[in-house]
């Protein structure tokens, strides 16, 4: 069965206080992994897609990576602005719907 | 350019009561999807969409029907409402192809449902 588990399920940083958050993953075949971020009272939002190990995405202080077994997305230097939850989803191949785990929330203090 | 619009955006509901959420997307997206939110749970996939006349079951299905008349319209129908049905309630929508990019999912702001 495919499964999504993401670690941890709470974090706390001091501004600027580096770390990631993972994103560990059990499919038939990978075809795509996902990361959103959820704000309090809103939809997911989009952040990277990645297709294979190895790749990296980056987008101002997040940086997401990928392996065969699972997914960090490296938060840098955050800022207050970066709390939320962190939500990552996989797609396998030959079907039509993405499996989401159930998140990070992230807090972070200035 | 809206996106994935969802109507109502918060309702109380008694038990046994029936009620539809609407969906609306303007990106002429293909795939549509109903999912439902609940503390510690994450997305759970309801029903989902692959096009205009099509529907099919997810992982939670009981209790819900939908439909999809229109292209851009995804509708959730609880027909006597539960009180394990009281949750947050998120419509997406993507493209579908060969492209992973294709794939992303776009989500409504979501529709908060007690039932009493």
């Known amino acids: 069965e495919d499964q999504v588990t993401q670690s941890p399920e709470a974090l706390r940083l001091q501004e600027g206080e580096s770390s990631s958050l993972n994103c560990s993953y059990t499919v038939s075949g990978l075809r795509g992994l996902f990361w959103y971020r959820q704000d309090p009272g809103k939809g997911p939002e989009f952040l990277f897609t990645?297709?294979?190990a190895g790749e990296e995405k980056e987008k101002e202080r997040l940086k997401a990576t990928l392996t065969k077994k699972e997914s960090f997305l490296h938060i840098t230097a955050p800022k207050p602005e970066d709390s939320a939850t962190y939500l990552c989803a996989v797609q396998a191949v030959g079907d039509d719907k993405i499996i989401f785990g159930k998140g990070t929330r992230l807090h972070i203090l200035p | 350019n809206a996106g994935v619009t969802q109507t109502p955006k918060f309702r109380v509901l008694k038990t046994g009561q029936s009620m539809t959420l609407l969906c609306a997307q303007d990106m002429n997206h293909e795939y549509m999807y109903w999912y439902r939110q609940d503390p510690g749970m994450g997305l759970r996939l309801i029903h989902y969409s692959v096009g205009e006349g099509t529907t099919a079951k997810g992982e939670v299905p009981d209790g819900y029907n939908v439909s999809r008349l229109k292209k851009q319209n995804f509708l959730l129908g609880l027909e006597s409402a539960a009180p394990s049905q009281t949750s947050v309630y998120f419509c997406?929508?993507?493209?579908?192809?060969?492209?992973?990019?294709?794939?992303?999912?776009?989500f409504g702001a979501g529709t908060r449902l007690s039932v009493l």
């Open positions: 997406a929508s993507s493209y579908h192809g060969t492209s992973l990019a294709k794939n992303i999912q776009y």
């Open positions: 990645l297709y294979s």
